[in-house]
């Protein structure tokens, strides 16, 4: 491969694998449930999800630099996931969609820790960041001995090795490099606002140390020089393993820091709780025949409604992601324009992923008699579409993302109207008024859609 097509194939395995462990924290954040225990026992698991979500927010802002860096060096930007046939050799661990466990955990630690991990695993140690050595141990034994040869690929590798190559001259030269670009990538303006450290008090260097599950600083960084793209790809390996391994007390907690604090804190209490929900490994709303192996079925009629209705919901996530490094950005961002609109959707959608998640693990798995006890429940799925390639014509873009509204639309008539079948469950007023809504707003969206296509279709058009 030349060397340009190599650094585009490592940063697609990059996007890939962040929007992946991405899926898996939100899908491990989802699976805990905060209403069950003592106060105390709520409170702390509220504190686990947020400390999970705020990495997941961080992934996004991970996921967006590296779509920059491909703009920049002229690739074709990447949304997609676990598909790549190259990705096996840099994937810390298989794709599993999971429940929160001490195992699980012990993943997440791995698969964000730096090259030299036990290193900095002692370190932590050391500085009584962890309790014991015994964590050291637990981590080694879960994920196995490939591990502590080095046989197996942190994210930390995967953006040395990436580093390693744009940083060559030799191997990707200042041609390559596509500055023109700048206008078109994700930006801090765009998605960074409210997602950021607490300011620094006045004198001080550096604002004061966030505790591990306090707010997300979401990094988005446009670049249009070498220089630039090795700065962003240090800035985001060193929020994921703290690779420096100086661990001063006024640093930002890294990814690998906060899963190591999750592990130690849920492996002494959270797995006695009984706080997590009984959601089911690779939930699927594939049919018996089409489903991939190690999934599992949700057939209960009116989960799998609600199932289908976020996959709708995450397909346009994904569309509207793509289009934004379509847009340029040619006024400022806070200024009515198209690329405007579609990012405040995308915020929409992301709601909607949240909104739907707390509705699914509330939902039954499969039809089961009533005498059943804790039964297993439904989860979001995370279905990637048949495919995230867009239109070449930015009108047939819009008509796309008409057939989504019009397919979420119909499934939100279907569980209004009661179409789970007889034994569907009743919906709660809640649950009857965000669908209601929902509708609502994607019967004003596809007005406003079919609007910007009339103007697109014009001579010499323009979005309206």
Aim: proline share 7%.
């Amino acid at each position: 491969m030349a060397w340009r097509d190599y650094l585009i194939m490592l940063l697609h395995v990059g996007a890939e694998i962040e929007h992946a462990l991405m899926v898996q924290y939100l899908y491990a954040a989802y699976s805990l449930d905060d209403q069950k225990g003592l106060p105390a026992q709520r409170r702390q698991v509220a504190e686990w999800r947020d400390l999970i979500l705020t990495v997941a927010k961080e992934e996004m802002g991970h996921l967006l630099t590296v779509q920059n860096l491909l703009c920049l060096v002229g690739g074709p930007v990447c949304f997609d996931r676990s598909h790549f046939p190259f990705d096996t050799v840099y994937l810390p661990f298989p794709f599993r969609l999971e429940p929160l466990s001490v195992t699980s955990v012990a993943w997440y630690v791995y698969a964000e820790a730096p090259q030299d991990w036990q290193v900095l695993l002692r370190a932590h140690s050391a500085q009584r960041r962890v309790r014991t050595t015994a964590d050291i141990t637990r981590v080694a034994k879960i994920v196995g001995s490939q591990v502590v040869t080095g046989h197996s690929h942190t994210v930390g590798q995967l953006y040395d090795r990436i580093i390693e190559v744009i940083s060559n001259p030799d191997w990707i030269s200042d041609a390559d490099f596509r500055p023109e670009t700048y206008a078109q990538q994700a930006s801090w303006d765009d998605w960074g606002r409210g997602y950021a450290p607490a300011p620094a008090a006045p004198g001080t260097v550096t604002p004061p140390r966030q505790g591990v599950g306090e707010r997300s600083n979401v990094l988005i960084m446009q670049m249009a020089t070498r220089t630039e793209a090795i700065a962003a790809l240090k800035e985001i390996g060193g929020q994921g393993e703290s690779a420096h391994l100086t661990l001063k007390q006024e640093q930002e907690p890294s990814h690998f820091d906060r899963f190591l604090h999750l592990l130690d804190q849920f492996s002494r209490h959270g797995h006695k709780w009984g706080v997590v929900h009984r959601v089911p490994v690779n939930p699927s709303t594939m049919g018996r025949n089409q489903r991939p192996p190690g999934s599992t079925a949700i057939s209960h009629p009116t989960s799998l409604l609600w199932a289908r209705l976020f996959n709708l919901r995450y397909r346009a996530l994904l569309n509207f992601l793509g289009l934004t490094f379509r847009l340029a950005r040619r006024v400022a961002p806070d200024e009515p324009n198209v690329r405007g609109a579609v990012m405040h959707r995308i915020f929409g959608e992301m709601y909607n992923i949240k909104a739907l998640s707390g509705i699914l693990v509330r939902q039954p798995l499969t039809k089961l008699k009533k005498s059943a006890t804790r039964a297993a429940c439904a989860a979001p799925p995370f279905e990637m579409p048949y495919s995230l390639e867009l239109p070449e014509s930015e009108a047939d873009c819009w008509r796309l993302h008409l057939d989504i509204l019009q397919s979420s639309m119909e499934l939100c008539g279907s569980l209004l109207r009661g179409h789970g079948g007889k034994q569907a469950p009743t919906l709660t007023p809640r649950e009857t008024s965000y669908l209601r809504t929902l509708e609502q707003l994607d019967q004003k969206s596809a007005e406003w859609m079919k609007q910007i296509i009339v103007g697109l279709n014009r001579p010499g058009g323009q979005p309206a």
